[in-house]
């Protein structure tokens, strides 16, 4: 119990980092809702957007996790580094909160069915996951970076990175499925801006408190 309870804020930093990291990547929610929408398909897009998020997921956190043995200027730069994309990402969404728009699914935000199989269901979710540059940078490059704050505990931290790519493809998927157009509004989309932002400035506090 005593185990569990050390690492459960180690945990739930990363869940928090990861789910205002995603929040925050455009083109892959967008098509996750469009799907969703569209009825085709979402369980299979949420289930291969959160597995591709896992992957790279532990591909920073366990390669990043060997330079643990580098110099405290070093680890330091990498932390600092995180630190200035996360202050910089967390204006982009209050900028965003600030002149809100509303989410183009297509040209006139009119969602258009056309069939997909489900292998280009999957190419496709993987495109938005693993072609998007911001993916790669915000999941393996910054979550890898901060785990380095965690040192033993990069691990847990990955873990709990890894839940709340789930939890947030989970949760998008059913609200796409049941509210539907809705979700495309300037309040859901001001509150969800607002929430990134002050989710990111938080943990980029947080990381600057571990250079001290």
Known sequence: ???????????????????????????????????????????LTVL????ADVVLIGLGVMGLAQLGGLSDKLLGALIGAGVLFLGVYGWQAFQRFLR????????????????????QAVLSALAFSW?????????????????????????????????GSVVWFLALGVAAFWLGRRLNSLQVWRALDGLVALMMWGTAIWLLTSLV
């Open 1 to 43: 119990m005593s185990l569990a309870f050390a690492t459960f804020p180690t945990f739930t930093a990363g869940m928090v980092l990861s789910i205002s990291l995603i929040m925050a990547i455009g083109p892959q929610n967008a098509h996750v809702l469009r799907m969703g929408l569209q009825r085709q398909h979402l369980g």
């Open 48 to 51: 291969t957007c959160a597995l």
């Open 100 to 119: 809100p728009r509303v989410l183009q699914l297509d040209d006139t935000t009119t969602v258009v069915a056309e069939p997909v199989s489900r292998r």
């Open 131 to 163: 072609l998007n540059p911001h993916a790669w940078l915000d999941t393996a490059v910054l979550i890898g970076t901060a785990s380095l704050a965690y040192g033993q505990g990069s691990r847990v931290f990955g873990m709990g990175a890894a839940a």
